[in-house]
């Protein structure tokens, strides 16, 4: 059974940092890309940024230099990073494949707020 465990949310003033991360079990975490995607109310889910089993890297246009994704493989675990946040980064944030996500892998993912 598939399990994407996200976590490190919160509540931050704009221009402050996060750092998320995703624990995955159930999968060959060395041979999957992975991603993190976002869901802001009333928008559609979006992809903020992927990393390739081999560590080449993917970011949203509006996320480039201000997050970055990595991976430790031995951990099963994919972080996300995120510098200098904007209020309009606040969404429900989850992992999950990259660069095509499974419908049935999503976890409860975790809310980051940033605060004007």
């Known amino acids: 059974q598939v399990q994407l465990v996200e976590s490190g949310g919160g509540l931050v003033q704009a221009g402050g940092s996060l750092r998320l991360s995703c624990a995955a079990s159930?999968?060959?975490?060395?041979?999957?890309?992975m991603g993190w995607y976002r869901q802001a109310p009333g928008k559609q889910r979006e992809l903020v940024a992927g990393?390739?089993?081999?560590?080449?890297?993917t970011y949203a246009n509006s996320v480039k230099g201000r997050f970055t994704i990595s991976r430790d493989t031995a951990k099963k675990t994919v972080y996300l990073q995120m510098n200098s946040l904007k209020p309009e980064d606040t969404a429900v944030y989850y992992c999950?494949?990259?660069?095509?996500?499974?419908?049935?892998?999503w976890g409860q993912g975790t809310q980051v707020t940033v605060s004007s």
């Open positions: 999950n494949l990259f660069p095509a996500w499974v419908d049935g892998y």
């Open positions: 990393i390739s089993r081999g560590g080449t890297t």
């Open positions: 159930g999968i060959t975490f060395s041979i999957n890309g």
